[in-house]
C-alpha cells in the first residue's frame, strides 16, 4: 500500500504514486473541450450591452432608449 510504504521509505513511495498517477491517467476518459458560440442580436436603441461568460446579459447594465 503506498500510504504505508511513505512513512517507511518515502523515497521508494515516490515510485509508488507516479505508478497509481499513471494507471488513474491512462483510465481517465477523454472528454472534448469545445467553446460554444452564442450569437446575440441586438437594437440600435440597446445601449451599454454587456455579455458576461457565466451571466451571460446583465440585463442591471442595460439601458433601451
Same mark, same amino acid.
Given at each position: 500500500m503506498?500510504? +504505508?510504504?511513505?512513512a %517507511?521509505?518515502?523515497? +521508494?513511495s515516490s515510485?509508488?504514486?507516479q505508478?497509481? =498517477?499513471?494507471?488513474?491517467? =491512462?483510465?481517465?476518459?477523454? %472528454?472534448?473541450l469545445?467553446?460554444?458560440?452564442? =450569437?446575440?442580436?441586438?437594437? +440600435?436603441r440597446?445601449?451599454?450591452?454587456?455579455?458576461?461568460?457565466?451571466?451571460m %446579459?446583465l440585463l =442591471?447594465? %442595460?439601458?433601451?432608449r
Amino acid at each position: 500500500m503506498p500510504v +504505508a510504504l511513505q512513512a %517507511l521509505a518515502p523515497g +521508494a513511495s515516490s515510485l509508488t504514486w507516479q505508478a497509481v =498517477d499513471r494507471q488513474i491517467t =491512462d483510465k481517465a476518459p477523454w %472528454l472534448p473541450l469545445y467553446n460554444p458560440r452564442l =450569437d446575440v442580436v441586438t437594437s +440600435a436603441r440597446v445601449g451599454n450591452f454587456q455579455y458576461h461568460p457565466f451571466f451571460m %446579459l446583465l440585463l =442591471d447594465q %442595460l439601458w433601451v432608449r
